[in-house]
C-alpha cells in the first residue's frame, strides 16, 4: 500500500508499554502486539508481514476490520492519555479511582458516538470494557502523552481528544467531556514546552 508520499505503509495498531528512561533506556512495561490490515482495500498480502514479526516474537493478528481496530485504540487512548498526564498516574491508578473511572467511561461514551456516527464498524461491541481491561496488562503503564508533558514536548492530544472535537463539530455532535481534557492538556502544555526567547531588533 502507497501512502500519498509515495512511501510504502501498512496500517498498524501497536499495543506496548514503553518509557525511555535515560538516553539510550528503554523500559517495556507491557505487552508488545501488533494488528495490522489492509484499510484500503488493495488485496495486498499482509500474511508474510505478520509472518515475519511473529518469527522474531512479536504477536501480530491479520484484521479484516483494520479501521475498526484503528478507532478502538484511538478512543483507548483518548480515555488514558490525558488523564494520566493531568494526573501524573499510572493506568492501575485512573481504573481503581471512581472518579477517574467514570469520567474515563464518559469520555469512551463519547467517542463511540462520534465513531458510529462515521460509519465506523467497532469490533468491541462494550467498549467501556475494553477500556477497562487495557489496565490489567499495562497496569504500570505511563501515557506518552504524560511523557511527553515530563520532556516538555508537545504532544499528540490534537490527533486524540482533539480529533474527537474536530469530528464531533463536523457533525454536529458535541463531546463537552473530550473538549474539556484536549483544552486542560493544550494548557498544560503550553506550560511545559518551552517558548522561544523574544528576539530584539
Not at 511523557?147 to 480529533?163: C, H, K, M, P, V
Given at each position: 500500500m502507497r501512502s500519498s508520499a509515495g512511501i510504502g505503509a501498512v496500517p498498524?495498531?501497536?499495543?506496548?508499554?514503553?518509557?525511555?528512561?535515560?538516553?539510550?533506556?528503554?523500559?517495556?512495561s507491557g505487552r508488545g502486539d501488533l494488528i495490522i490490515g489492509d484499510l484500503l482495500g488493495t488485496g495486498c498480502d499482509l500474511a508474510p508481514v505478520a509472518a515475519m514479526?511473529?518469527?522474531?516474537?512479536?504477536?501480530?493478528?491479520?484484521?479484516d476490520n483494520i479501521a475498526g481496530d484503528l478507532w478502538t485504540k484511538m478512543i483507548i487512548n483518548c480515555?488514558?492519555?490525558?488523564?494520566?498526564?493531568?494526573?501524573?498516574?499510572?493506568?492501575?491508578?485512573?481504573?481503581?479511582?471512581?472518579?477517574t473511572r467514570e469520567l474515563m467511561k464518559q469520555v469512551t461514551e463519547e467517542a463511540v458516538t462520534i465513531a458510529r456516527a462515521s460509519g465506523v464498524r467497532l469490533p468491541e461491541p462494550d467498549m467501556v470494557d475494553t477500556v477497562w481491561k487495557l489496565a490489567d496488562t499495562m497496569s504500570g503503564a505511563t501515557s506518552s502523552t504524560a511523557?511527553?508533558?515530563?520532556?516538555?514536548?508537545?504532544?499528540?492530544?490534537?490527533?486524540?481528544?482533539?480529533?474527537l472535537v474536530r469530528q464531533?463539530?463536523?457533525?454536529?455532535?458535541?463531546?463537552?467531556?473530550?473538549q474539556t481534557l484536549h483544552a486542560l492538556v493544550k494548557l498544560l502544555e503550553e506550560s511545559a514546552v518551552p517558548t522561544a526567547p523574544a528576539k530584539n531588533n
Open positions: 498498524a495498531v501497536v499495543y506496548v508499554a514503553v518509557a525511555m528512561t535515560a538516553p539510550g533506556r528503554v523500559k517495556h514479526f511473529t518469527s522474531a516474537d512479536v504477536p501480530c493478528r491479520l484484521s480515555a488514558y492519555n490525558a488523564i494520566s498526564a493531568l494526573g501524573r498516574a499510572k493506568y492501575a491508578r485512573l481504573v481503581a479511582n471512581p472518579w511523557q511527553d508533558i515530563a520532556r516538555g514536548n508537545r504532544t499528540e492530544i490534537d490527533a486524540l481528544n482533539g480529533y464531533g463539530a463536523q457533525l454536529g455532535m458535541p463531546v463537552p467531556v473530550n
